[in-house]
């Protein structure tokens, strides 16, 4: 035989089935050495009392003084992902860099899948509701906590039958989730950036405008078990996508929205009714005893979960009466930006690591005096917030800050002026066109998804608000430069005396911050307009959250729009300004500006522009309400 042809045969001997075939190169069975290995990694299905496994690991470093106290994080986003061994023996590159603190100090973590998400067992329902009305099922996430703890206590060796609970944001809201029925092994929790309420002012709604562009989110934690869908928007500028769509459900229904219960639920409980009112957690908190120290953890640059963390310590504090067992620190932080650097956020510069300053000296102590019984570690303050405006932490007895605020009125004068005098003479106004075609974008263009691998999402509330104050469908309002600091702490509050000639209007007010013309340490800030608070309110629920109602065209009508808490300091030479508007596109669906139904299934027909009127006199003097700090600072 040819040599070549013998060489063909023999080719072909191998890649031809048969006996011939060559074998796989991947063996059966493999297990890395892990003999090195700084830390043991577990994984196991923990039974719940209704059968259910829920798939946990548990993380034990190997040098660990014994016993060691266990910290639980139960999420719905993998608990495989904070817990990969990657390529390194070091639990501290496996773990998230937060962990790294708890590792050193020898506690046991733990991440564990909800029930019906990655590789847990069991059915999925978004934010399931406490057993009861809203859930007939015989467990909640109660349940399902205190399952898992008593597990944990009785099987993992060399604990010491201490257990803390932590989370960030839907792990935040889980948190809060096992302190309304503890098991007893639970010493302390740190709720993070919690989900609260969903209408009022976290995730889905805000003071009843839908946060549409949160279908997102829900699209890939209710498509799929492991969110391995996004939705195929077609589109890079999601402004587009969402005008294209007409209304939030049509833009949805594009996706098989039909199919998603999550979003059908949302949408279909447009008031805040029973559905939002029996799920509220502030006022499970409210009704529930307080059995275990908390750390409450919130950002005031918080783009998804603004309102969560201070509701739930304003319903849990009145409980704690020597003052010690309830805090919350108020960090210049976006969604969960504690538990990783926190120096800067978009153009703002805090002049330190905030985060890596938070999580070492007053979240470490914190688990430490609790979960270790070290006495010698110090505990947090009841109040640590931080002031965006002076760069500097404050501690107070309480927020609001112990009677050292007074509430000021921050008039809406003609002329675009703002001061804390009432406007002077009859009643006047100004004006603008709100043109559902051409709504007021919440960012500069083009908007992108929030899960693009591009996108800016997470900082947005920071964004300069020069580009939208030009706009004629933005009112603008505009102090005289400061003379002396200025600092609010609490909530703010917009007073609005307005008239529309439509039957149903959105509120968009917006207090700002405005840096003089040039900035010598930060050049960028120069002229800068930074949002210190903002947030929206749907007219119809004027009257009521429930009941919705149409607004009398022409009426000149009282609305009361919440806005975010803020701890700031306006510093001489810098002005105050209030932004005014009626639409925040495409993050809030757009008003059609005539009474409808249900907004998020308006037709293309009811969009329809109004002429909008901002009142300031005698009888209808539009105001902010600013909690102005009166007293020394501590």
């Known amino acids: 035989m040819p040599r070549f042809a013998a060489f063909l045969f023999a080719l072909a001997a191998i890649f031809s089935p048969g006996e011939a075939a060559a074998q796989s190169e991947i063996p059966p069975t493999f297990s890395p050495v892990t003999a090195a290995f700084d830390h043991e990694r577990r994984e196991v299905m923990i039974p719940m009392r209704d059968g259910v496994k829920l798939h946990t690991v548990i993380v034990i470093p190997k040098a660990a003084p014994r016993p060691a106290p266990i910290i639980l994080t139960r999420t719905p986003y993998g608990a495989d992902k ?74 993992v060796p060399g604990n010491n039958g201490r257990v803390g609970i932590t989370g960030v944001s839907y792990g935040g809201w889980l948190t809060l989730m096992a302190m309304l029925d503890p098991h ?119 783009q998804e979960d603004n309102f969560g963390g201070i509701a739930a310590y304003q319903a849990l504090e009145p409980k704690d009466r020597n003052n010690d067992m309830v805090s919350i620190a108020i960090g210049p932080w976006n969604h969960g930006q504690s538990q990783r650097d926190a120096a800067t956020l978009g153009a703002m510069n805090w002049d330190s690591d905030t985060g890596r300053w938070f999580r070492d000296k007053v979240l470490q102590p914190f688990w430490d005096r609790h979960l270790k019984g070290d006495s010698a570690a110090p505990p947090p303050p009841p109040v640590l917030a931080f002031d965006t405006g002076a760069n500097e932490w404050r501690t107070y007895r309480s927020w609001p800050a112990d009677g050292q605020v007074k509430p000021m009125r921050l008039s809406l004068l003609p002329g675009g002026k703002l001061g804390f005098a009432p406007a002077a003479g009859k009643a ?139 701890n700031h300091s306006f510093q001489p030479g810098h002005r105050i300004m209030v932004q005014v508007q009626s639409s925040w596109f495409p993050l ?15 037709r293309a027909e009811d969009y329809r522009p109004t002429t909008q009127r901002i009142w300031f006199g005698p009888d209808r003097q539009s105001h902010i309400e600013l909690p102005v700090m009166q007293q020394p600072r501590r």
């Open 428 to 566: 006047g106004y100004a004006e603008y066109v709100s043109d559902p075609a051409k709504p007021v974008p919440y960012r500069v263009r083009p908007i992108l998804a929030m899960y693009n691998s591009e996108s800016t999402w997470n900082r947005w509330l920071v964004d300069d608000q020069r580009p939208f104050a030009d706009r004629t469908d933005v009112l603008t309002f505009v102090s005289e430069p400061l003379t002396e600091p200025l600092t609010v702490s609490g909530e703010i509050v917009a007073n609005l005396f307005a008239s529309t000639t439509g039957t149903d209007a959105d509120w968009v007010v917006k207090l700002i911050d405005v840096f003089p013309p040039e900035v010598r340490s930060n050049p960028q800030l120069g002229g800068y307009q930074l949002m210190v608070s903002a947030d929206i309110m749907r007219g119809r629920y004027r009257e009521s959250l429930e009941r919705p109602k149409a607004i009398k065209a022409g009426a000149v009508l009282p609305y009361r729009v919440r806005l975010p808490q803020a």
């Open 184 to 302: 007893p092994a639970l010493k302390a929790a740190v709720p993070m950036y919690p989900m609260v309420d969903g209408w009022l002012g976290d995730d889905f709604y805000h003071n009843g405008a839908l946060r549409q562009t949160m279908f997102e989110w829900i699209y890939q934690m209710g498509a799929d078990k492991k969110s391995a869908y996004s939705p195929p928007y077609g589109y890079r500028d999601m402004y587009d996508a969402y005008l294209a769509g007409v209304s939030a459900d049509g833009v949805a229904r594009r996706y098989n929205a039909e199919k998603l219960p999550t979003w059908r639920k949302i949408v279909d409980n447009p008031s805040y009714n029973q559905f939002w009112r029996g799920q509220a957690v502030q006022d499970l908190l409210a009704k529930s005893e307080l059995k275990m120290p908390v750390l409450m953890v919130h950002g005031l640059f918080d």
């Open 588 to 602: 809030y669906d757009r008003n059609p500006q005539t009474f409808v139904d249900n907004i998020a299934k308006a």
């Open 82 to 155: 904070p817990t990969s061994q990657a390529q390194s023996p070091h639990a501290a590159m496996a773990l998230p860099p937060a962990d790294e603190p708890l590792l050193r100090a020898g506690y046991i973590r733990v991440y564990q899948d909800v029930r019906g998400r990655y590789r847990s067992e069991g059915d999925y329902v978004m934010t399931l509701p406490v057993r009861g009305a809203l859930n007939k099922w015989p467990v909640d996430q109660t349940t399902d906590t205190w399952d898992t703890i008593d597990w944990l206590v009785k099987n």
